[in-house]
Every structure is written in C-alpha cells, then in structure tokens.
C-alpha cells in the first residue's frame, strides 16, 4: 500500500469513529436548536425587526439611496471605503448560507421557508442598520495597530458596561468563525466535489485552506480588495446559471410561486403531506436560514461596518443594510430554483445533493458552474470571516493573539473534511441563535439612540448623508 494510499484508509477510519461520537451530539444540539428557535429567538427577531421598522419610519425607503452610496468615494476616518466594507461583510454573509442553508431550509420546512426569508429579510434591513450604525458611532482606534475596531462586544462593554456580555458575545462570534466559516465551508465544498465527481475530500481542504491563508495574510485591505472583485463575479455567475433554470423551467414558475406562498403559511408540509406543523417549520427554518445568510440580528457584520471610513454612522448603517436585501435576493433565487426543480420532495435532506439535482438541468455546465460559484461564495465567506474571527480575538486578548488565531483557525478547518454536512449545519444554527440573542438585546437597551441618531441625520436631505 502506498503512502498516499494509508492515508486515505486512515482518514476513513477516522471519519467513521469520529461520527461515532458526534451523532449523539448532534441530537442535544437539534433538540436545543427546536426549543431556541421555537420561543426565545423568533420573539426576540420578530420584535426587534417590527420595532425598528416602525420606530425608523421604514429605513427601507433608503434601499435604493444606500446602494448608491456604497460606490462614492469618502476620505472619512477609517480602514477600508464603504464599497470595501460592504463587499466583505457581502463575502461573509452570501456564502453557503445563501445556497446550501436556503437549499436545507426547503428541504426540511418546505418551500414555505422562502417566502419567510424574505419577509424577514426585508424587515431586517432595519435591525441591520442599526447594529452597524451603533458600530460606526461607538468604534474605537486601538493604540498599537491605530485600527477602528468595533462591533456589540465594545458596545456591551464599554457604553452598556455589561462586560460579560461581550465576553460571550466575542467567545460566540470566534466560535462561528471557526465553524461556521470555518469547517462548514470546507464541507460544504468537499461535499459537493464529493458528490458530483468523487474527489478526496483531504486533498480538496488543502487546496481550499492554502488559498485562504495566503489571501488573509494582508488584513482587512487586502481581503477588502480580494472581495470587491471576487463578490461580483460571484453573484453574476450564479444569478445567469438560475436564470437559465427558470428558463428551461418557465411553465412551472406560476406553480412554484404558489406552492411557496400556500407552504409559507402551513398549507402543505415539507414532505409528505399536510401537517399543522408545517407552518412552524417553515418559519423556524425560514428564519433561521434570514438570520444565517443576512447576518440581520447576528452583530456580526458591525464589525466591518466600524473599519469603514464614513462621514457618520447613519450613512454607514444604510450601506451595510444593502447586504441585507442582496443576500435574501441570492436565498430567493435558491429557494425558487430548489422549488421549481421539483427534487426537494425526494427525501433527501442534503443539501449538496438536491444543488447538483436542480443544476444538473443545465447540460454540461450545470453542475460544473454550480460547484465553481459555490467554491467562490465559500472561499469569500472564509475569508470575511477570518477578518471577524481575529478582531473577536483581538478584543478577548490583543493584537498579539491574532496571529495563534491563524494557524489555530487553518488547523481547525480540516475539521470539515470529515464530519457529517448535517452536523456541520447543526452547531452552526446554534451559535447564530448564541450572537443573535446579546445583540438583540443591546439593540433593545440602545433603541432610542438609534432612532435619535438617525433623525439628527436624516432630518436634512438625504444627499447630504
């Protein structure tokens, strides 16, 4: 037997006494997930995303003003320009969340799970401006690396005083990056490659984490300037795929629509049937998947937002909330892709599975194109989110600790070269449900700061934002 070849027959062993263990973790983590997402997190969203939409006079009427902001030029203080800001806080949140976490999200809530995506993500424009505009107003410039750093962990801190609670906050945020941005991309891309051509999961996450490591390595400008040509190339080749699907599928597209809106509000169940359930699993999973791939509600994206350089913090709050609307825009088009492809009452729970399914509609290049685009939305994802993991790092432990952060964060992402996609998605729900409920809470305690802070601003005309 060959070297290469013991290698291999030990990493199966491997997977298999890994899983071992992990399965009986991933039901507690499931079990915790149904209560989290049940009660506590779907109250706290609902009324955060409500609240902030009323008390701001429907921020959302600046969408089309805030997306021409991102392109002009400020020579504010800051780190990056606004397009930067946005285009990594973009690389971070349309990534498997977007594709393979909507594509679950209607495997196991039924297509219902869209229409949930974009009610709430809509609504979360609001609850996304303003953790990034309270970032921008309370950042602070560190001493040694004369960086703005920000994010809820200084807020809780240093203006809430509960300093525990941006303890958790940051310990929350360093342990989605190394999972959620971490193992679960990796997995994400092993599975598909897996699935459609066979290949070695071990050799695809040495490829993948080399390509990472040496694009983190020039800080928060350059995974800026990676990003902003990376994101749209991203979103263009994945867009004209699933138009080409919607093409081939047009007669359906009516049917779709209707199945979508009729499995929103319990009508029809996932799969198999007509249960009273299926309206709390559409929006358990629809708006857990919101939460995943908007960020809205995370925190997490505030911590871009404070490197920005910016006139003041309400203009930055109405650029970054135009992450919001394209990341729900990239789950729609997934979720309608999934839905119009019919597989998703296979059975199958995979997400990988049901990707290549509906791709393979497009001859030749399908699948092909899928796996490229998805391979680019994971690389972005890890790489904004290499940027938070080392500033939650920073704040737990200084500028000294980011650099044991790096290689830690590439060690733990062959992780994801062996455990199970549902055990990946699995702790990840968790944390996000973890970061969404301290930051939804210091929106709360701040609410009239943010609603104060946007009428100074927004009470002259808005070109002069």
């Not at 995506?117 to 996304?128: D, N, P």
């Not at 800080?219 to 093409?247: D, H, R």
């Not at 992402?413 to 409920?437: C, E, K, N, Q």
């Amino acid at each position: 037997m060959s070297y290469v070849q013991q290698i291999m027959s030990n990493s199966t062993a491997f997977i298999g006494q890994l899983q071992a263990v992990l399965d009986p973790l991933e039901t507690i983590i499931n079990k915790l997930n149904d209560f989290l997402w049940t009660y506590p997190i779907l109250i706290l969203l609902i009324a955060t995303h409500v609240y902030l939409t009323f008390k701001l006079k429907f921020i959302q009427k600046y969408l089309f003003k805030a997306m021409q902001l991102t392109l002009k030029k400020d020579n504010s203080a800051g780190m990056v320009s606004n397009f930067g800001a946005l285009a990594v806080s973009l690389a971070a949140t349309i990534g498997t969340g977007s594709i393979l976490g909507m594509t679950t999200a209607v495997a196991l809530g039924g297509p219902g799970a869209v229409l949930w995506v974009i009610v709430f993500g809509t609504l979360g424009i609001a609850t996304k401006y303003s953790e990034c505009l309270l970032a921008v107003k309370y950042r602070v410039r560190r001493k040694e690396t004369r960086e703005y750093v920000g994010g809820p962990m200084y807020i809780m801190r240093d203006i809430l005083k509960m300093k525990w609670m941006g303890i958790f906050f940051a310990v929350c945020g360093l342990l989605m990056g190394l999972t959620g941005a971490g193992f679960l991309q990796v997995n994400s891309i092993v599975d598909l490659l897996n699935n459609a051509y066979n290949i070695n999961g071990l050799l695809v996450g040495f490829i993948v984490i080399g390509v990472v490591s040496i694009v983190t390595v020039g800080g928060v400008k350059g995974i800026a300037k990676v990003c902003e040509w990376l994101v749209p190339i991203m979103g263009s080749l994945y867009l004209i795929a699933a138009v080409y699907i919607f093409i081939i599928h047009y007669k359906q597209l009516p049917a779709a629509v209707i199945l979508i809106i009729k499995s929103a509000f319990g009508f029809k169940a996932s799969i198999g049937g007509f249960t009273g359930a299926a309206l709390m699993a559409a929006l358990q999973n629809g708006i857990s998947r919101s939460v995943l791939a908007t960020e809205a509600g995370m925190g997490s994206a505030a911590v871009v937002a404070a490197a920005a350089k910016t006139k003041n913090p309400v203009r930055q709050g109405l650029v970054a909330s135009t992450s919001v609307f394209w990341a729900f825009f990239i789950c729609t088009i997934t979720g309608l892709v999934i839905t119009v492809a019919g597989d998703w009452q296979s059975g199958t729970k995979f997400a990988a599975d049901l990707c290549n399914d509906a791709f393979s509609k497009i001859p030749y290049v399908g699948v092909p194109l899928l796996i490229f685009s998805l391979s680019i939305f994971s690389l972005t994802t890890m790489i904004g989110w290499a940027y938070y993991g080392e500033k939650f790092m920073e704040f737990l432990g200084g500028s000294k600790m980011i650099k044991y952060f790096r290689v830690f964060w590439i060690c733990f992402m062959f992780i994801g070269v062996y455990i199970a996609p549902s055990f990946a998605w699995a702790i990840v729900v968790l944390i996000t449900a973890l970061m969404a409920i301290p930051n939804l809470i210091m929106i709360f305690l701040l609410r009239k700061r943010i609603v104060k802070e946007t009428e100074l601003y927004l009470k002259s005309e808005i070109d002069n934002i």
